[in-house]
């Protein structure tokens, strides 16, 4: 990881940015002869996919299409989903010594649990394919020249000109700034003219205020399967109260869909039917009570919170049907209007980015700055929880690798 720059022509290409994209395409880069260097803010590369996953990487989905992406474009994705499929990634890291396994959904993690292994693979490859790493590396501006581009960094505190026929714009998004996340892709965009659509906190937790926080904060630690939906999307995993109101899989999958001031509806029995139930146990246990049976349903704690909301001291057997219908509206329809989301610190990804309109689908390569590409995050396609947005990262390095 020298900073020793001899020529401007060293390099083929400098990618900004050592996470999951900008590693793809510097080892992609190198299989096709091609030599880059790859600048990276923090102290060491791979920072996010170090913690995705808790420290484990869910690395790929093994049911990943255009079909579970956000993008103002929604088919902007497929030409490169069609240049580096989910079996290409798994081929790809088995190939390095890292097999995959299925967890809930489609979800692929290395089988040792660790992270650092996929992490090494691209470092152990960069170092077999002679392509340069420099960490502590802050870039702070990129300018177009007559024959390419010049790269202005502070790399360990000095500043360093370095210039490519191509740059690619690998720097992720805004979420977790603790690790280094910055706007500077987005900048660089915006530089050169291209538009950047709207940016907000993706696949984050949504937060309940006034009134109502402290029926969630009672509940804080109970997680409970549901269907979560909106008139966009509907998911069905875990929700998980918290203090300061909901997160879990199922949450952050909706947070991507929601906007400030809707509502979200939430089915607290997904794929059964909360009258039907209380009808079979009116004729079988019509002495029970309904606060009993709501905690055979649910846990204890759940179902005495909900008890303010129901006819708790009632036994099933006297059970009105005005009673049913108002527990079953509560159970199937259960309404929240969140106060907002927990912001980019504990998001998982950014929504929106560099506009499609201004990229080739095909090349990923700016129509407007010849040589200048934006590929992962940065760019405004975001993926749902689980896998899919490394999935976009492998694919779209792979495809600038390709064509810088």
Same mark, same amino acid.
């Given at each position: 990881?020298?900073?020793?720059?001899?020529?401007?022509?060293?390099?083929?290409?400098?990618?900004?940015?050592?996470?999951?994209?900008?590693?793809?395409?510097?080892?992609?880069?190198?299989?096709?002869?091609?030599?880059?260097?790859?600048?990276? !803010?923090?102290?060491?590369?791979?920072?996010?996919?170090?913690?995705?996953?808790?420290?484990?990487?869910?690395?790929?989905?093994?049911?990943?299409?255009?079909?579970?992406?956000?993008?103002?474009?929604?088919?902007?994705?497929?030409?490169?989903?069609?240049?580096?499929?989910?079996?290409?990634?798994?081929?790809?890291?088995?190939?390095?010594?890292?097999?995959?396994?299925?967890?809930?959904?489609?979800?692929?993690?290395?089988?040792?649990?660790?992270?650092?292994?996929?992490?090494?693979?691209?470092?152990?490859?960069?170092?077999?394919?002679?392509?340069?790493?420099?960490?502590?590396?802050?870039? !702070?501006?990129?300018?177009?020249?007559?024959?390419?581009?010049?790269?202005?960094?502070?790399?360990?505190?000095?500043?360093?000109?370095?210039?490519?026929?191509?740059?690619?714009?690998?720097?992720?998004?805004?979420?977790?700034?603790?690790?280094?996340?910055?706007?500077?892709?987005?900048?660089?965009?915006?530089?050169?003219?291209?538009?950047?659509?709207?940016?907000?906190?993706?696949?984050?937790?949504?937060?309940?205020?006034? !009134?109502?926080?402290?029926?969630?904060?009672?509940?804080?630690?109970?997680?409970?399967?549901?269907?979560?939906?909106?008139?966009?999307?509907?998911?069905?995993?875990?929700?998980?109260?918290?203090?300061?109101?909901?997160?879990?899989?199922?949450?952050?999958?909706?947070?991507?869909?929601?906007?400030?001031?809707?509502?979200?509806?939430?089915?607290?029995?997904?794929?059964?039917?909360?009258?039907?139930?209380?009808?079979?146990?009116?004729?079988?246990?019509?002495?029970?009570?309904?606060?009993?049976?709501?905690?055979?349903?649910?846990?204890?704690?759940?179902?005495?919170?909900?008890?303010?909301?129901?006819?708790?001291?009632?036994?099933?057997?006297?059970?009105?049907?005005?009673?049913?219908?108002?527990?079953?509206?509560?159970?199937?329809?259960?309404?929240?209007?969140?106060?907002?989301?927990?912001?980019?610190?504990?998001?998982?990804?950014?929504?929106?980015?560099?506009?499609?309109?201004?990229?080739?689908?095909?090349?990923?390569?700016?129509?407007?700055?010849?040589?200048?590409?934006?590929?992962?995050?940065?760019?405004?396609?975001?993926?749902?929880?689980?896998?899919?947005?490394?999935?976009?990262?492998?694919?779209?390095?792979?495809?600038?690798?390709?064509n810088i």
């Amino acid at each position: 990881m020298s900073t020793n720059l001899v020529k401007q022509t060293d390099f083929d290409a400098i990618i900004i940015g050592g996470g999951a994209c900008g590693l793809m395409c510097a080892v992609q880069a190198g299989f096709l002869g091609k030599r880059v260097l790859v600048l990276e !803010k923090n102290d060491r590369v791979g920072a996010k996919i170090l913690i995705s996953g808790g420290g484990r990487c869910n690395y790929t989905n093994l049911y990943a299409t255009d079909q579970q992406f956000i993008s103002q474009n929604p088919h902007f994705c497929k030409s490169a989903f069609s240049q580096w499929t989910v079996d290409d990634t798994i081929s790809f890291f088995e190939t390095y010594g890292i097999t995959g396994k299925e967890k809930t959904l489609g979800q692929l993690f290395p089988v040792s649990d660790k992270a650092k292994d996929v992490v090494e693979v691209f470092t152990n490859l960069c170092d077999d394919l002679a392509q340069e790493i420099w960490v502590n590396a802050e870039v !702070k501006m990129v300018e177009k020249t007559d024959d390419g581009f010049t790269v202005r960094a502070e790399v360990n505190g000095k500043q360093e000109y370095i210039s490519a026929a191509s740059v690619v714009m690998a720097a992720g998004g805004l979420p977790i700034p603790k690790m280094g996340a910055t706007d500077f892709g987005l900048r660089t965009a915006r530089n050169f003219g291209l538009k950047v659509t709207d940016t907000a906190p993706a696949l984050v937790p949504l937060t309940i205020t006034g !009134k109502d926080q402290p029926w969630y904060e009672q509940l804080s630690g109970n997680s409970i399967f549901c269907r979560v939906w909106n008139d966009r999307a509907s998911f069905e995993e875990n929700i998980l109260f918290t203090h300061w109101g909901l997160s879990g899989p199922a949450i952050l999958q909706i947070s991507s869909y929601w906007k400030p001031g809707e509502t979200i509806n939430i089915d607290l029995l997904p794929n059964q039917n909360i009258a039907d139930l209380i009808q079979q146990e009116k004729e079988t246990n019509g002495k029970k009570m309904l606060l009993a049976y709501i905690a055979s349903l649910y846990t204890r704690k759940f179902a005495e919170a909900l008890s303010d909301k129901l006819p708790a001291e009632k036994n099933m057997a006297s059970l009105t049907k005005t009673d049913i219908e108002n527990i079953s509206t509560l159970i199937h329809d259960f309404k929240v209007k969140p106060a907002g989301d927990k912001g980019y610190d504990k998001a998982e990804v950014m929504r929106g980015g560099v506009s499609t309109d201004e990229l080739s689908s095909k090349t990923l390569e700016a129509k407007k700055v010849p040589g200048l590409f934006f590929g992962g995050e940065c760019v405004d396609v975001t993926g749902w929880l689980g896998g899919y947005n490394f999935q976009w990262a492998w694919a779209s390095g792979f495809v600038i690798a390709q064509n810088i």
